[in-house]
């Protein structure tokens, strides 16, 4: 079992992404207790899956 912290890395997504994902239950995880983890099983199944957090676009200056 993976942490949070593990598994953002493991998954090179940013964890308050993956911590948010899973508390909202659309991602694969396990809850002990109050704990958040991730199984290989979940990691594989995440990256099966495709899950990414949008990719921010900055916008250019305005032009006058």
């Known amino acids: ?8 890395t493991l998954l090179t997504v940013p964890e ?12 694969p995880c396990t809850f002990l207790g109050r704990h ?14 495709g899950a990414r957090p949008a990719r921010t676009t900055s916008r250019r200056p305005r032009r006058d």
């Open 1 to 8: 079992m993976h942490t949070p912290t593990e598994a953002a």
């Open 16 to 27: 308050s992404w993956l911590r948010r994902q899973a508390g909202q239950r659309k991602l």
């Open 36 to 49: 958040l983890r991730f199984s290989d099983a979940d990691l594989q199944a995440i990256i099966t899956a």
